[in-house]
């Protein structure tokens, strides 16, 4: 089945403790994208990647970083965390530029106290 | 930048009534894309229908329709015979025809189908 993936589902951590998201998904999409959906903000991307070793700012990526060693995995990495990112976040995975449809992994939910 | 406005944060409506829902987006761009997205409490993001700004017919998929007026910069979502299902948060998104894979969001309308 073709499907992103993202561990954990759901997550409480506290202020400065390192963590990462993992999204993996199994189409062999090129573009990979991390947002986050805030209330009353929609969803905003934080970073992209066009392929393997090729990453870039979103409009949100302050206090992030991201990776893409592989094509399929595309974790987010908050090396110190502050409450302003407990936020629900999206893994989102295409095959090429636009028109192609953005398939969207399941969300984690994250809470920073 | 591209912005995203969706004016309505809830709807209501009854089951089999038909309901729209609005969108505006700014763009200085000629080319690009549009979106409705739905959320229903399962969190998942699942397309409902998509519309190519270059293309002057309006999108149909079952009994979702859109009312695309380009040139107002106005992209609406119509629901007719909603259902139970219906009832999710809708998010309207924009998405340009070049650069970076990045889709633009509103802020989503709250949609209750009620019995």
């Known amino acids: 089945e073709a499907q992103v993936t993202q561990n954990p589902r759901y997550l409480i951590t506290v202020t400065g403790k390192k963590l990462t998201v993992t999204c993996s998904q199994n189409m062999n999409h090129e573009y990979m994208s991390w947002y986050r959906q805030d209330p009353g903000l929609g969803l905003r991307q934080i970073y992209y990647?066009?392929?393997?070793?090729?990453?870039d700012k979103g409009d949100v990526p302050e206090g992030y970083k991201v990776s893409r060693k592989e094509k399929r995995n595309f974790p987010l990495i908050l090396e110190s965390p502050s409450p302003n990112q407990t936020s629900l976040y999206f893994c989102a995975s295409s095959f090429g530029s636009t028109p192609y449809e953005q398939y969207f992994g399941p969300g984690t939910r994250l809470t920073v106290t | 930048a591209q912005t995203v406005t969706q004016s309505q944060p809830e709807m209501s409506v009854q089951e089999a009534e038909t309901v729209t829902l609005s969108c505006t987006y700014d763009?200085?761009?000629?080319?690009?894309?549009l979106f409705w997205y739905k959320q229903p409490p399962s969190r998942q993001m699942i397309l409902v229908i998509r519309q190519e700004a270059y293309k002057q017919q309006n999108a149909t998929e079952n009994r979702f329709s859109v009312n695309f007026q380009k040139a107002a910069k106005s992209f609406s979502l119509k629901i007719s015979d909603s259902q139970l299902g219906d009832t999710a948060m809708y998010f309207c998104a924009f998405q340009p025809s070049q650069g970076a894979q990045k889709l633009v969001f509103g802020q989503g309308t709250r949609l209750t189908i009620n019995p």
């Open positions: 990647s066009m392929n393997v070793e090729v990453t």
């Open positions: 763009t200085s761009e000629n080319n690009y894309y």
